[in-house]
């Protein structure tokens, strides 16, 4: 079973800062990495895909990069509304599908 | 506009079982995979079971395996998760969601939750 593990745990920044969030798996997963983002409350959203590819409707700030067995979420400017826990999920070797424990982004 | 609602979700015994039904509608059903996936209260993701457009395969996690079996109707646009033998730690909020590549879950429900005391 492949391992994916994200961080900070917690990453507190102001609005408009860069936001950095990491994932590493434990072994190589390719670029068969997604992001999600899951609002207080709310059932998860798919953000990036494939390591660096977009989902219909998510704004440009958000990217997504690496292969192998790190990758990166980066939120270019942070907003009020980025407020949420992120996870990382491979889908290179399976079953299992796996996520990774999550980020959560606080604003300070 | 995709949608998926969730039902079944509940109070059960130890030992007991529970069957979730997830409705879609605002895609074409039968031709996507289909997952359920849990999260426990306060805690991550974890994915249960996925299954084939036509219902002919099906992956299971090993925390749910010989005890969970997940099925659908391609008639009635409707995804099932039939639970026995459950346990406490199967306590969890059970999204379903739509795979869009084999893996990656492009809609979501808003769950259903079950909890086992």
């Known amino acids: 079973e492949i391992v994916l593990t994200q961080s900070p745990v917690t990453l507190s920044l102001s609005p408009g800062e860069r936001a950095t969030l990491s994932c590493r798996a434990s072994q190589s997963v390719s670029s068969y990495l997604a992001w999600y983002q899951q609002k207080p409350g709310q059932a998860p959203r798919l953000l990036i895909y494939d390591a660096s590819n977009r989902a219909t409707g998510i704004p440009a700030r958000f990217s997504g990069s690496g292969s192998g067995t790190d990758f990166t979420l980066t939120i270019s400017s942070l907003e009020p509304e980025d407020v949420a826990v992120y996870y990382c999920?491979?889908?290179?070797?399976?079953?299992?599908?796996?996520f990774g424990g999550g980020t959560k982004v606080e604003i300070k | 506009e995709v949608q998926l609602l969730e039902s079944g979700g509940g109070l059960v015994q130890p030992g007991g079982s529970l069957r979730l039904s997830c409705a879609a509608s605002?895609?074409?059903?039968?031709?996507?995979?289909m997952s359920w996936v849990r999260q426990a209260p306060g805690k991550g993701l974890e994915w249960v079971s996925s299954?084939?457009?036509?219902?002919?395969?099906?992956f299971d996690a090993d925390s749910v395996k010989g005890r969970f079996t997940i099925s659908r109707d391609n008639s009635k646009n409707t995804l099932y998760l039939q639970m026995n033998s459950l346990r406490a730690e199967d306590t969890a909020l059970y999204f379903c969601?739509?795979?869009?590549?084999?893996?990656?879950?492009?809609?979501w429900g808003q769950g259903t939750l079950v909890t086992v005391s």
């Open positions: 605002g895609f074409t059903f039968s031709s996507y995979v």
């Open positions: 299954i084939s457009g036509s219902g002919h395969d099906t």
């Open positions: 969601a739509k795979d869009r590549l084999g893996g990656v879950f492009d809609d």
């Open positions: 999920q491979q889908r290179n070797n399976w079953p299992p599908l796996t």
